[in-house]
């Protein structure tokens, strides 16, 4: 059974950066691992997904300022955001859906195994 833990969260100003963890008690070689964000009133949105083997996809709103990456060795995955914004603020949360990101990453729909999330606060 899989079991994600995240960490990393914190409260930062805008253009600064963070880099999430999400560590796993079994291994992740055979998971893609997604990223998501749910802020307040507002429905889970998914932020990036890295399949199995290493590709990656990101939603409009983060790319090219978030880069997600995993290091199977240690059975975690990382979410490293710079240029932070006040509408990055959200709980982060980590989940793994089997080998791929799928065409409906961004739903979590096919999500296996979730963790408790990790706060993400950003303001002046």
């Known amino acids: 059974q899989v079991h994600l833990v995240e960490s990393g969260g914190g409260a930062v100003q805008p253009g600064q950066s963070l880099t999430l963890s999400c560590a796993s008690s079994?291994?992740?070689?055979?998971?893609?691992i997604g990223w998501f964000r749910q802020a307040p009133g507002k429905k889970r949105e998914g932020v990036s997904c890295i399949s199995a083997s290493g590709d990656t996809i990101y939603s409009d709103s983060v790319k090219g300022r978030f880069t997600i990456s995993r290091d199977n060795d240690n059975n975690k995955a990382y979410l490293q955001m710079n240029s932070l914004k006040p509408e990055d603020s959200a709980i982060y949360i980590c989940?793994?859906?089997?080998?791929?990101?799928?065409?409906?990453?961004?739903?979590?729909?096919?999500?296996?195994?979730w963790g408790r999330g990790t706060q993400v606060s950003v303001s002046s």
């Open positions: 989940g793994t859906e089997w080998r791929d990101c799928g065409y409906a990453w961004k739903s979590g729909s096919e999500y296996e195994h």
């Open positions: 079994d291994t992740l070689k055979n998971w893609a």
